[in-house]
């Protein structure tokens, strides 16, 4: 079975862990979501790719979800010391290397699909990842300013030093307009049987990946069909703040909006979490195949029942 996963960073990688354990005999592509990318230190940082590889790779720190495990900070710190920022973003001593590789190779003309490639051959991940696209592509946040004005800052800063804690009154992925889907996504994803979104952030993850374009079309074309997995669980995120950036584009905080957003040219079907069974009936009206589920990722175990329950419903909705 090839199956096609769209991944943001926590929430798509550790349902990737539970997927590859629910089918361990399945060709596993993943389209990674680089909109998160940034540039820092003179390093090009691509935290959803690195999340995805280092938590499959059995690399990640648990129970942050991100970075690498046993971290130190070293270098964070004397860049601290010599008045270098910024310090909100913490890039740890393991983590800087793979950031060092990454750019050398970039500077050597080496796509960053093929520096992806390269730099799952020490972790492993038992998947196939492929970044969305090898063109830069930024994802930026609209927010007030102080003197009543607004602008634009990036993703990592509105999500990591400001929490959020400010109104988004727009996310623009910038330059994924010009940008094209790297080599292998649209072949991915006309030869896949199964194209899952995973609970992962469908403005700030899933959505940049699908305003490549190319993508979303490709999706929308694909013969396989298409199961998403809610992020949203009882009118809320499961972690981070989803709800923030659902606002920003004007969609409501629930599973059944969420849906509704991503619309049944996209969708075949929807899981939703039993907390919100009550959204199965108003899922359905909009075209898409719904069901109530167990949806927390406690455990590998519980994820890979999820998984295999994306996988069932796939199966119901096959044309």
Known sequence: MRIVVLAGGIGGARFLRGLTSAAPDADITVIGNTGDDIHLFGLKVCPDLDTVMYTLGGGIHEEQGWGRADETFAVKEELAAYGVGPEWFGLGDRDFATHIVRTQMIAAGYPLS????????RWRPGVRL??????????????????????????QEYWVRLRASVPAHAVVPVGAEQAKPAPGV????AAADV????P???VVSVGTILAVPGIREA?????????????????????GMADKVLAAVGVESTAAAVAEHYGSDLLDGW?????????????????????????LMTDTA?????AREALALAEEVRP
């Open 114 to 121: 093929a520096v992806t490639e390269a730099l799952c051959e």
């Open 130 to 155: 492929l970044p969305m696209t090898d063109d830069r592509v930024e994802t930026h946040v609209l927010i007030d300013t102080e003197d009543g004005g607004r602008k634009a800052v990036h993703f």
């Open 186 to 189: 649209l072949e991915a994803l």
């Open 195 to 198: 194209v899952l979104f995973p």
């Open 200 to 202: 992962s952030n469908p």
């Open 219 to 239: 999706v929308v074309e694909t013969a396989a069909p298409v199961v998403g997995l809610s992020p949203i669980i009882g009118d809320a995120p499961v972690r």
């Open 271 to 295: 899981l939703v979490d039993r907390t919100d069974a009550a959204a199965v009936e108003r899922v359905t009206a909009a075209g898409i195949r719904c069901r109530a589920v167990p949806l």
């Open 302 to 306: 519980a994820t890979a029942a999820m």
